[in-house]
């Protein structure tokens, strides 16, 4: 698999080094939006979140939503949800 978000930011932070004017500001800005995208698009595994004193779910890595089902994207965040045991 490419590197996609690493080739981006390094866009990004060569733009970001260069100095930046207002004809590839935009630019620049769509690059900063592509990254995070891609960045909620990667999936993480799920956190284990503790319910009450005796027990504990699968929950979102990012915000700590807890999951009663196994959703491919956390309905909060947004976050892809990786569910493979490795
Ligand atoms: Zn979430």
């Known amino acids: ?3 996609i978000i ?3 930011s ?5 733009m970001g080094n260069a ?3 207002t004809c590839n500001e935009y630019l620049y800005e769509a690059l900063t939006d592509a990254v ?3 960045e909620g698009d990667v999936a993480a ?3 284990r979140i ?3 004193a005796h027990d504990s779910t699968d929950g979102c ?8 089902e196994k959703v491919n994207f956390c309905s909060r965040c947004g976050k892809a949800i990786d569910w493979s045991k490795k």
Do not use: A, L, Q, W
Not at 10 to 14: E, G, H, S
Not at 63 to 68: E, I, L, M, S, V
């Open 1 to 3: 698999m490419k590197d």
């Open 6 to 8: 690493g080739s981006i």
């Open 10 to 14: 390094t866009i990004r932070n060569f």
């Open 19 to 21: 100095g930046r004017n």
């Open 36 to 38: 995070e995208s891609m």
């Open 45 to 47: 595994k799920p956190v």
């Open 50 to 52: 503790t319910v009450g």
């Open 61 to 68: 890595p990012v915000c700590k939503k807890t999951f009663y």
